[in-house]
């Protein structure tokens, strides 16, 4: 991982990311981390697309890292998280985005997939709720958590 951390840091001017680790199950909260933590220091990003779906490692800790490493973007305007079938997702990790979203008023598009995410209950969504109802100038949404 170090190396794309050293990758993604050069590249200061960039404007949309798409990643995506879709099975990697050896991926962990740490590994993320890593990533958000280069997308911080990338202030011309407007975009963000992270697809984590189906890796078993991760949990509510890599939303913890959203909150905190992604509050320097502040113009940021779509922002795309696929956590489906990521088993130890829970609460706390949609706690932790809400918080993330309620500071993120250039948001434009929003778009959460934790499809198969069976941890997630009622307190979570109310917690995201909160998050997703502050931001006007929210213009797409689409959200996901079928089963």
């Known amino acids: 991982m170090k190396n794309l951390s050293e990758c993604l840091q050069s590249l200061t001017s960039l404007k949309v990311i798409g990643l995506n680790f879709c099975r990697c199950h050896e991926i962990t909260d740490s590994g993320f981390k890593q990533i958000t933590q280069c997308l911080s220091i990338i202030p011309s990003l407007l975009s ?4 984590f779906s189906e890796c078993r490692q991760i949990t509510e800790e890599s939303l913890r890292y ?27 990790g949609l706690q ?13 598009s929003v778009s959460l997939n934790f499809q198969g995410c069976e941890n ?28």
């Open 120 to 147: 997630i209950t009622d307190e979570g969504l109310k917690g995201l709720s909160e998050g997703l109802e502050v931001l006007t100038s929210l213009k797409n949404i689409d959200l996901n958590f079928a089963w």
């Open 66 to 92: 959203v909150r905190e490493d992604l509050k320097k973007l502040t113009s940021l305007h779509t922002l795309s998280l696929n956590f489906a079938r990521c088993s130890e997702m829970k609460d706390d």
């Open 48 to 51: 963000i697309d992270l697809d």
């Open 96 to 108: 932790n985005l809400s918080k993330r979203l309620k500071k993120s008023t250039s948001l434009t």
